[in-house]
């Protein structure tokens, strides 16, 4: 069995990178290897502050190399994707020539217009690249980088939130609750969600914190709404107990590299009003059933009345092409390309 190092500007957080992150941890762990975690922040293996975005202080080679060169196999999370720390990715890269190793790119810097400058990623005969969708890998071959798609994977079977107790934390008592299960930034479109919280009478819940710069224009999006607000997750509480909690589930973005809660969204058995961003479309292609953002009435509808037939047909396909307990044989399948 192998030596694993995993390598990320942060690992260990609720973002979206570090929660896939875990899963492949896990994953690799089933399949008997040794992984151990090397960032920038958050509870990790081997903390390197060099590494973190936004980094006061300069990551050196020695450093790195000490982190890493005991091991088999590094993965690389986003590190090189998205280079949020130039001097960080260029660092790795000169640590990791002739070396073994998968990069994992949730992200692109070409997909964000305000990172499009910036170099994508480099490719070497001994490193391997996954995405998270077909979109970033068709980008990419284009570029000379040959990827392979492995969409996120999920718990099918979660456990049961607790809905009552929840909606007592948060005053809520018989209204519609409308759950926004994202940080406030601007893609995330928080405003879509708004509107549809208001055209439904219902109270919007959003989950995450505003960053990258955000608080001020949310602030103000806020208190101009026109429906009941909740923030935050209440102190106790899950995931779980926050879409047990809701009443539906609305992801307005207008960019995902995968978007998390859609599928969550179906194995919490919630609907779902959908904004069809890129890589949703890749999602639903294999036969979901969400509402648009904009089918107010056919949502207000399926919440007074549900169909339990969507439910058990969204989980059906989640269960088929998006389970986690599959994800160990799709990494032991990439592993054994990399000969490792």
């Not at 969708?133 to 798609?149: F, H, T, W």
């Not at 969507?310 to 160990?328: C, D, G, M, Y």
């Amino acid at each position: 069995m192998a030596t694993i190092a995993v390598v990320s500007f942060r690992l260990g957080g609720t973002d979206g990178v570090s929660i896939e992150a875990a899963k492949w941890i896990g994953a690799l762990e089933q399949l008997g290897h040794q992984v151990r975690t090397v960032a920038g922040a958050g509870p990790v293996d081997t903390l390197l502050p060099g590494l973190a975005i936004g980094a006061t202080q300069e990551l050196s080679v020695s450093a790195l190399h000490a982190a890493l060169d005991s091991f088999d196999l590094v993965i690389v999370e986003n590190l090189a994707s998205l280079p949020l720390n130039v001097h960080a990715r260029d660092v790795l890269y000169e640590v990791l020539h002739d070396r073994v190793a998968v990069f994992h790119h949730h992200d692109l810097s070409w997909q964000r217009p305000h990172l499009a400058h910036l170099e994508g990623p480099r490719d070497e005969p001994q490193w391997h690249h996954v995405t998270i969708n077909q979109l970033s890998s068709d980008e990419l071959r284009r570029r000379g980088i040959e990827a392979v798609p492995i969409m996120n994977s999920f718990d099918c079977y979660p456990p049961l939130g607790d809905r009552y107790a929840t909606r007592r934390a948060l005053g809520v008592a018989e209204e519609l609750l409308l759950l926004l299960p994202t940080r406030a930034i601007p893609r995330k479109n928080v405003q879509g969600a708004l509107t549809l919280a208001e055209s439904l009478g219902a109270t919007l819940w959003l989950l995450g914190p505003a960053e990258d710069g955000f608080d001020a224009e949310l602030d103000a999006m806020l208190n101009g709404a026109k429906c009941p607000l909740r923030r935050g997750l209440p102190d106790g509480f899950s995931i779980h107990d926050a879409y047990a909690a809701s009443d539906a589930v609305v992801m307005p973005s207008t960019w995902e590299g995968f978007g998390n809660p859609v599928l969550e969204s179906v194995t919490h058995r919630r609907p779902l009003a959908l904004n069809p961003y890129p890589v949703a479309k890749e999602i639903t292609a294999f036969g979901f059933r969400f509402f648009e953002l904009s089918d107010v009435e056919g949502l207000r509808q399926f919440i007074a009345s549900p169909d339990e037939s969507l439910f058990e047909q969204n989980l059906s396909v989640a269960r088929q092409h998006f389970n986690v307990a599959n994800l160990p044989g799709h990494l032991a399948a990439l592993l054994a390309r990399t000969g490792v």
